[in-house]
């Protein structure tokens, strides 16, 4: 099979080959000016440019070529994390991460982003999970099975805006409901920060995590709010500052380049000496690889002292 597919235009035109009798056709090349000089390979080729971005990924020869020219193994780490990067902006267009339930309850995140938070909270074991944002109520059960399978008494406190009946009833008639707290109002206001404080005893080991309205503004306050709640080596999380990323493609907003969790979290960083951006270590890797996969880039605000 031998054929030539290519995306330009940061995902929003896209031209490919046809399908034809089960074998891939060529489209003319005209127009393909900018197309690397000699990218005529045999087997499966796939050009891909995003943005200033381009890359070519052909299968015959195991081999990508990246923007700057260089060859890289198909299979090696550097291959590795270019397909990646483009993948979770294609996956995040798709709506992937809405795929998925946890428990019975949707869970609009991202695999390897609940692994990664799974470890987090082995590891620390806090008595006190604190979201912003509910919206089904997946996440709130899955901080709330981690809590139920480590024998743990802790609790996970939900709050936002405007929880819809059918989530309330959803989560309340949950097998896991006696380890979750509801709180109905605005994330940064100041009756839903002092209730949320009401969970918290002294001494308690507290974790944050922030996924309601991602705008950088929205966020900063979030931050203000409630890090002062987490506990030296705890973390204050950031979540889905993919916003960045994804701000050219078709879902996206040309704003969210700037607007966005990351940006926020850098902020705060840079103005609290007490926080340091710090994304967990791995607790298991045999591999070569050191980079998450994640739609929570620069999320991770640990309270160092």
């Not at 005529?40 to 971005?53: E, L």
């Not at 020219?69 to 780490?77: A, E, I, P, Q, V």
């Not at 993948?87 to 428990?103: A, D, E, H, V």
Request: glycine share 8%; net charge neutral; charged share 25%.
């Amino acid at each position: 099979m031998a054929g030539l597919l290519t995306a330009t235009g940061a995902g929003r035109e896209i031209e490919g080959s046809r399908m034809r009798a089960g074998v891939l056709q060529p489209r003319s090349r005209a127009g393909w000016n900018n197309c690397w000089p000699g990218a005529d390979f045999a087997g499966i080729n796939i050009t891909i440019r995003v943005s200033c971005m381009r890359i070519v990924i052909d299968t015959t020869e195991n081999a990508v070529i990246s923007a700057d020219g260089r060859h890289l193994d198909l299979y090696g780490k550097e291959a590795f994390e270019l397909i990646s990067h483009l993948w979770l902006k294609t996956s995040w267009n798709q709506k992937y991460s809405y795929t998925f339930t946890w428990l019975g309850l949707p869970i609009i995140q991202h695999p390897e982003d609940l692994v990664r938070l799974q470890e987090v909270i082995f590891t620390l074991r806090p008595d006190v999970i604190i979201e912003t944002g509910v919206a089904y109520g997946g996440s709130l059960v899955f901080c709330a099975s981690l809590l139920r399978a480590m024998g743990s008494k802790s609790r996970v406190v939900g709050i936002d805006i405007k929880i819809r009946p059918q989530n309330r009833k959803a989560i309340e008639s949950h097998e896991l409901t006696r380890y979750i707290s509801l709180i109905e109002g605005d994330s940064v206001g100041p009756e839903a920060v002092a209730r949320a404080r009401e969970f918290v005893r002294p001494g308690d080991k507290v974790m944050v995590i922030l996924d309601s309205n991602h705008t950088k503004a929205h966020v900063l306050n979030e931050l203000g709010a409630y890090a002062p709640l987490v506990s030296p080596g705890s973390y204050i999380v950031a979540t889905d500052g993919i916003m960045g990323l994804v701000h050219d493609t078709p879902r996206g907003k040309p704003e969210w380049d700037y607007d966005n969790p990351t940006q926020a979290a850098r902020e705060f960083a840079a103005c609290h000496p007490e926080f340091a951006l710090e994304e967990p270590k791995w607790r298991f890797n045999e591999s070569e690889l050191d980079r998450t996969i994640t739609a929570w880039p620069g999320a991770w605000l640990k309270r160092i002292r």
